[in-house]
């Protein structure tokens, strides 16, 4: 298994500020993932971050809005870029233990939960 | 596109009441299927998963789920819940070699009644 952490858990930020989130992971992975979780929605990917490449976007996101920081197997960072409120969400990382056609699970972390006023 | 559908977004039983949470996926390839949990306050658990063999898996905490690849559903059943298994439940599918990355349902509120 893993244990992930995410920094901050919450933040309450103005309309066309930025933020950071931090995703620290215990052992070292290849892949990892940013999901959005909206209000009373499910969770979408964001982008899938692996060491040593640019992230992977999901359709409906893009680097200038949601940049990904990757620099090494434990750590990843998502800036959520000129906020606004529809940007309030769940934001959370995941990594895959293992390769990506084995048999292997996502653990995910705990979520920072970000509004916009 | 691949989807996801849970066809309840809100079930109530009361405690020793049989749970039956619907999940369909549309995709006509290999899939891997997986349930997830999150209680309140808490993070997403993985409550059992499904990669190949028998159809039929069990989990954690006496849940279990039925893979059904003609009616593309991965059901998750429990025959006597309790207060604790109140919780939201998702329902998840990896497309199998398009990397790890999961399609969510839109979840399943369960309340559990004392």
């Known amino acids: 298994s893993a244990v992930i952490s995410q920094k901050p858990s919450r933040d309450i930020c103005q309309r066309g500020t930025s933020l950071t989130i931090q995703c620290q992971v215990d052992?070292?992975?290849?892949?990892m993932f940013w999901y959005r979780q909206q209000p009373g929605q499910s969770l979408t990917l964001i982008a899938t971050?692996?060491?040593?490449?640019?992230?992977?976007?999901e359709s409906g996101f893009v680097i200038d809005k949601f940049p990904i920081s990757r620099p090494n197997l434990t750590f990843s960072t998502l800036t959520v870029s000129n906020m606004s409120p529809e940007d309030s969400s769940i934001y959370l990382c995941s990594v895959l233990l293992g390769g990506p056609s084995s048999y292997n699970e996502q653990f995910f972390g705990p979520g920072t939960r970000l509004t916009v006023l | 596109a691949q989807s996801v559908s849970q066809h309840n977004h809100h079930v109530i039983l009361s405690e020793a009441a049989s749970l039956e949470l619907g999940c369909n996926y549309s995709?006509?390839?290999?899939?891997?299927l997986f349930w997830y949990v999150q209680y309140p306050g808490q993070h997403l658990q993985l409550l059992l998963k499904y990669f190949s063999g028998d159809p039929l898996v069990k989990g954690i905490k006496g849940f279990e789920a039925e893979f059904i690849k003609s009616k593309f559903s991965f059901n998750l059943r429990k025959p006597s819940v309790q207060w604790s298994d109140t919780a939201e439940y998702f329902c998840?599918?990896?497309?199998?070699?398009?990397?790890?990355?999961?399609?969510f349902g839109q979840g399943t509120e369960l309340s559990v009644k004392p």
């Open positions: 998840a599918v990896n497309l199998y070699n398009q990397g790890g990355k999961l399609i």
């Open positions: 052992s070292q992975v290849t892949m």
């Open positions: 995709y006509g390839g290999t899939v891997n």
């Open positions: 971050a692996n060491q040593g490449s640019e992230a992977t976007y």
